[in-house]
């Protein structure tokens, strides 16, 4: 195919892609086609060289199919897997107070990431955690606040009286 059907055949496939990635790699190869470096190509699309230059390698070697995106496996674990089975265990086993935290019964994901910061010496954000916990088919609880200085007869006013008019309005 000649340069003049390739470039049309990329502008007929950035028209229908709707993956940005893959849109940015075709635009790429299209904008290496019209003559553009590829200094100037990693200028507009905001990428490295390098990245610019495996795009157009790619594409050489392959052509237009050659851009697929493979799987990526996303960054390692941080822990290994006899930690992350021993993290399991002690969530599954026990409760956070029988290990040295205050809160008495729920594991919550602040608790699970100070216990693997703690056992560990490995630091999680608290979306990391969550994917940890799913990936071991654990639950967790959202925390909930209780006021230890609550009134038990206001409250009891409150559910009785106050609550049922508040929803008639």
């Known amino acids: 195919?000649?340069?003049k059907q390739a470039i049309i055949e990329l502008d007929a496939r950035m028209k229908k892609e709707k993956n940005r990635r893959m849109f940015e790699r075709y635009q790429t190869i299209h904008l290496h086609l019209q003559g553009m470096t590829m200094k100037q190509i990693a200028g507009i699309i905001k990428r490295s060289e390098k990245t610019v230059s495996k795009y157009i390698h790619a594409y050489?070697?392959?052509?237009?199919?050659g851009l697929?995106?493979?799987?990526?496996?996303?960054?390692?674990t941080r822990l290994t897997k006899e930690q992350q089975e021993q993290f399991k265990?002690?969530?599954?086993e026990k409760l956070p107070?029988?290990?040295?935290?205050?809160?008495?019964?729920?594991?919550t994901l602040h608790l699970m990431g100070?216990?693997?910061k703690r056992e560990f010496k490995v630091t999680y954000?608290?979306?990391?955690?969550?994917?940890?916990?799913?990936?071991?088919?654990?639950?967790?609880?959202?925390?909930?606040?209780t006021l230890a200085a609550a009134?038990?007869?206001?409250q009891q006013a409150f559910k009785e009286t106050t609550f049922p008019e508040l929803k008639k309005t």
């Open 1 to 3: 195919m000649n340069q």
């Open 97 to 107: 107070h029988e290990i040295g935290f205050t809160a008495k019964f729920n594991w």
């Open 151 to 154: 009134d038990k007869d206001k």
């Open 60 to 65: 050489q070697d392959h052509g237009l199919d």
């Open 125 to 145: 954000s608290l979306q990391s955690v969550a994917n940890l916990a799913h990936r071991l088919n654990l639950s967790y609880t959202m925390p909930t606040y």
């Open 89 to 92: 265990q002690t969530i599954v």
């Open 68 to 76: 697929k995106m493979n799987h990526s496996p996303g960054a390692p």
């Open 114 to 116: 100070e216990y693997i």
